[in-house]
T-cell receptor, first 117, second 115 residues
């Protein structure tokens, strides 16, 4: 069985602080992909990043960075110098191949990030 | 490109009523999915389709039916709505090259309330 745990339900920070969102996953598969999605107050789900299980290099994209550690089954997301526009719910997800094709995303329960002035 | 669109954005039903949610994508994606999002539970897969004319059950299919008559459209039906189906429904699509790495792109969601 697959499982994604986002233990932080809600995080509040002051603008310009750095913040890390934790994601821990469980899977029996040796090959898998991990994703982060952002859900702003408007409600849509926005794709942020995809990472495969063979690539443990950390990635940086502007103010965003991701730390994937297979040894601890973690895929954490850091926002540097947070801004009010970063306020959203962030979801970590893990893929599972479906019988007959396609993949299913197993989502964590999300972390609500509030960035205040 | 509009991406993934969903109709309607909001709907209120009475218990026992039926309705159909429409999802459309203009990205020529093969795979389409319906999820529901409930507070504290993340998103859960209801049904999915790997191509025109095909559908399959996800993890929470009971009470829903789907159809994929055209590649670009994926319909989700509730035959007899129940209060437990109050939720936000998201449609997603992906282009299958290597299924495991497919990125799913989501529509804006439909907020459904069943009284």
């Amino acid at each position: 069985a697959q499982k994604v745990t986002q233990a932080q339900t809600e995080i509040s920070v002051v603008e310009k602080e750095d913040v890390t969102l934790d994601c821990v996953y469980e899977t029996r598969d040796t090959t898998y992909y991990l994703f982060w999605y952002k859900q702003p107050p408007s409600g849509e789900l926005v794709f942020l990043i995809r990472r495969n299980s063979f690539d443990e290099q950390n990635e940086i994209s502007g103010r965003y960075s991701w730390n994937f550690q297979k040894s601890t089954s973690s895929f954490n997301f850091t926002i540097t110098a947070s801004q009010v526009v970063d306020s959203a719910v962030y979801f970590c997800a893990l893929t599972l191949i479906l019988t007959g094709g396609g993949n299913k995303l197993t989502f964590g329960t999300g972390t609500q990030l509030k960035v205040e002035l | 490109n509009a991406g993934v669109t969903q109709t309607p954005k909001f709907r209120v039903l009475k218990t026992g009523q039926s309705m159909t949610l429409l999802c459309a994508q203009d990205m020529n994606h093969e795979y389409m999915y319906w999820y529901r999002q409930d507070p504290g539970m993340g998103l859960r897969l209801i049904h999915y389709s790997v191509g025109e004319g095909t559908t399959a059950k996800g993890e929470v299919p009971d009470g829903y039916n789907v159809s994929r008559l055209k590649k670009q459209n994926f319909l989700l039906g509730l035959e007899s709505a129940a209060p437990s189906q109050t939720s936000v429904y998201f449609c997603a699509s992906s282009y299958s090259v290597v299924a495991l790495s497919d990125t799913q792109y989501f529509g804006p969601g439909t907020r459904l309330t069943v009284l």
